[in-house]
T-cell receptor
């Protein structure tokens, strides 16, 4: 059964710092991996989707990498801002489950001004 | 931009009531999903649908049913609400049924309290 783990569970950094969020998964048989952002009391906003054949994706200050063989992904946030404060979730789409996503528990990020 | 709209942001109901949560998407997506999100348990899939009148059980379907009479609308039904169904409910949609690489897009969620 596919399991997704995110480390750390919470992170607090000063504004301007570059930071890395980690996501690991137990089964490399996936179609893709998706990173989401969730603000308190809100739904999920899709940030980046990396297909299984890709190594990384970039959007603005965000860069996500995927190493399928080792079951790892990282989300790199450059020059963090207070507006980046949110919970960040990663999810994989396993071959086994068709359209379903398996989510990690998330990393709560706080960027202090 | 994809728009997934959930009918209520907050809802308070009583134990034993039949509860309907509605979700509408405007991008002609084939796939639609209902999740619940609880502290410490993360997001768990309740049901999903890959076409009109088609549905499949997710990881925690007990106590729930769904309806998809039109492509754009996916309803979650709590047949007889219980306090352990107090949760944040999230609807999502995505394009295509087959093994593609389309992202899921989420609504803003409905925070449901059962008293």
């Amino acid at each position: 059964k596919q399991e997704v783990t995110q480390i750390p569970a919470a992170l607090s950094v000063p504004e301007g710092e570059n930071l890395v969020l980690n996501c690991s998964f137990t089964d490399s048989a996936i179609y893709n991996l998706q990173w989401f952002r969730q603000d308190p009391g809100k739904g999920l906003t899709s940030l980046l989707l990396i297909q299984s054949s890709q190594r990384e994706q970039t959007s603005g200050r965000l860069n996500a990498s995927l190493d399928k063989s080792s079951g790892r992904s990282t989300l790199y946030i450059a020059a963090s801002q207070p507006g980046d404060s949110a919970t960040y979730l990663c999810a994989v789409r396993p071959w086994e489950y068709g359209n379903k996503l398996v989510f990690g528990a998330g990393t709560i990020l706080r960027v202090k001004s | 931009d994809v728009k997934v709209t959930q009918s209520s942001r907050y809802l308070v109901k009583r134990t034993g009531e039949k509860v309907f949560l509605e979700c509408v998407q405007d991008m002609d997506h084939e796939n639609m999903f209902w999740y619940r999100q609880d502290p410490g348990l993360g997001l768990r899939l309740i049901y999903f649908s890959y076409d009109v009148k088609m549905k499949e059980k997710g990881d925690i379907p007990e106590g729930y049913s769904v309806s998809r009479e039109k492509k754009e609308r996916f309803s979650l039904i709590l047949e007889s609400a219980s306090t352990n169904q107090t949760s944040m409910y999230l609807c999502a949609s995505s394009l295509y049924r087959g093994p593609g690489n389309q992202p899921q897009h989420f609504g803003d969620g409905t925070r449901l309290s059962i008293l």
